[in-house]
């Protein structure tokens, strides 16, 4: 039987972060053992924000790295740079003029990304789910991890892929659904009502892949931390959003239940919960740091790996192209 086709992105808009390790990339890991798994640098996505040009060069061969360091493996998965398949801006056009506009802007993250922005809002933030949906398929994608903040975002490209299909009578696309991820997001060190995100202002409510071990201490012992008296040490997201933040993430890192780890913890204080978050946390960064050092180091390999990726990208993209240039009647040469 043939595996299941599996995409996922993460944008370059900063270094990966904790977060994005412990919800998103330690899963990508595990599935690349039972799905035909494509991994994507959404570098296209991230210009819809203000970038500065050089940071963006390094902080995406930082992540193309940090994808290899994390175990994603170039010779199971398609590891590639979205910009460098052309398939896709060229596939987004079109779904464009399949998309209404009451659908781009009914989409609740580009509500709330142009709440501060009174005018010029670049129709790149408007369009962005449209090219997510060009993203998911080409590939004819069957499954689709992400979190639910990204949710609505695949409801619509189900939508267009289901339209479009019906438009011409042929399934052109697959239509996608979701790979929930079982629920660790983990929130921003300084506002634990916030998912923790690379392109937060605030650098001490993210932990970066690449921040040394004085940074991650600084951090973590700044972190938001819930007022009671006596402090008690439980996990409760809606009494104790900061202190069951610092428990998730020991409870992935170190692989053990919740409830163990509360036990552990029963009669410490916060002090001593924060020093074990941050050892542990140091611990897989380091693991994590000297395979990238490596990478790092290495270029042409870096280079390679992206070249080959995107080749393969290209031709499974290729042949969904070539379908929908013939059923919409453009010319395909
Ligand atoms: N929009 C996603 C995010 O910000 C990243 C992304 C781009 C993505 N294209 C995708 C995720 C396709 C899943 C599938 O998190």
Redesign the pocket.
């Known amino acids: 039987m043939k595996k299941s086709i599996v995409?996922?992105?993460?944008?370059p808009s900063g270094v990966i972060t904790l977060g994005n390790y412990i919800g998103v990339l330690k899963n990508w890991k595990i599935l690349q053992n039972n799905y035909n798994c494509i991994y994507?640098i959404?570098d296209m996505?991230s210009i819809t924000n203000k970038i500065n040009p050089k940071l963006f060069k390094k902080n995406i061969m930082d992540n193309v790295a940090l994808y290899l360091s994390c175990n994603i493996n170039p010779k199971k998965s398609i590891i590639f740079i979205q910009s460098h398949v052309k398939y896709h801006t060229q596939l987004c056009w079109i779904l464009n003029c399949f998309t209404y506009l009451g659908e781009l802007t009914r989409m609740t993250q580009f509500k709330s990304k142009i709440k501060n922005i009174f005018n010029k809002i670049n129709l790149g933030l408007l369009n962005y789910p449209i090219l997510?949906a060009s993203?998911?398929l080409l590939y004819q994608t069957n499954k689709?991890p992400?979190g639910k903040d990204?949710i609505q975002?695949l409801e619509l490209s189900k939508k267009i892929a289901k339209r479009f299909n019906k438009i011409y009578n042929k399934k052109i696309f697959n239509i996608p659904e979701p790979l929930l991820n079982n629920g660790n997001k983990i929130m921003s060190l300084s506002n634990p009502k916030k998912k923790m995100s690379k392109s937060d202002i605030n650098k001490n409510s993210f932990i970066s892949l690449l921040d040394d071990p004085k940074k991650i201490h600084k951090k973590i012992k700044k972190s938001f931390t819930d007022i009671d008296n006596p402090p008690k040490i439980y996990y409760d997201i809606k009494k104790k959003p900061g202190i069951s933040n610092l428990l998730l993430i020991l409870s992935n890192l170190t692989g053990k239940k919740m409830s163990i780890i509360e036990k552990e913890f029963e009669n410490q204080n916060y002090s001593y919960l924060k020093i074990n978050v941050i050892n542990y946390i140091t611990d897989t960064i380091s693991d994590i740091q000297h395979n990238f050092n490596i990478y790092k180091k290495n270029k042409d390999f870096l280079e390679y790996i992206l070249k080959y990726g995107s080749k393969k990208a290209s031709k499974y993209a290729k042949k969904t192209i070539e379908k929908v240039y013939n059923v919409i009647g453009l010319y395909y040469l």
């Open positions: 995409f996922s992105a993460i944008q994507c959404a996505h997510m993203d998911i689709v992400v990204q975002h």
